[in-house]
């Protein structure tokens, strides 16, 4: 198991497109992953499952396992802050996996 956390941009979201520095803080909440060998290969990331190439979580699953050369795996994903806020969650996601 895995963990990793999220973050709050508190300030300058926006400038560092221009190289401008932002003030952001870590919060605890964020992803944990759990990782077992598995003859049959699944992703559960929330309420979303998926097996390598079904749909769009299931082939960027496949591209992760074929570029590592990773061996069969079932991974699951428990987010502690809510996806598509600006949160950092799918940072963490990638994190912990």
Same mark, same amino acid.
């Given at each position: 198991?895995?963990?990793a956390?999220?973050k709050i941009i508190l300030?300058g979201e926006h +400038? ?5 520095p ?9 992803a944990?992953?759990t990782?077992h ?12 499952k998926a ?12 591209a992760l396992l074929?570029?590592?050369g +990773?061996p069969?795996?079932?991974a699951v994903v428990?987010l502690?802050?809510? +996806?598509?806020c600006g ?5 963490a996601v990638?994190? +912990?996996?």
């Amino acid at each position: 198991m895995a963990k990793a956390k999220g973050k709050i941009i508190l300030l300058g979201e926006h +400038a560092v497109v221009y190289g401008r520095p932002a003030l952001v803080v870590g919060i605890e909440n964020g992803a944990q992953a759990t990782v077992h060998l598995d003859p049959s290969s699944s992703i559960q990331v929330g309420p979303y499952k998926a097996v390598p190439g079904e749909g769009e979580l299931g082939r960027a699953f496949d591209a992760l396992l074929q570029s590592l050369g +990773a061996p069969s795996v079932r991974a699951v994903v428990e987010l502690g802050i809510p +996806a598509g806020c600006g949160l950092g969650a799918s940072a963490a996601v990638g994190v +912990a996996l």
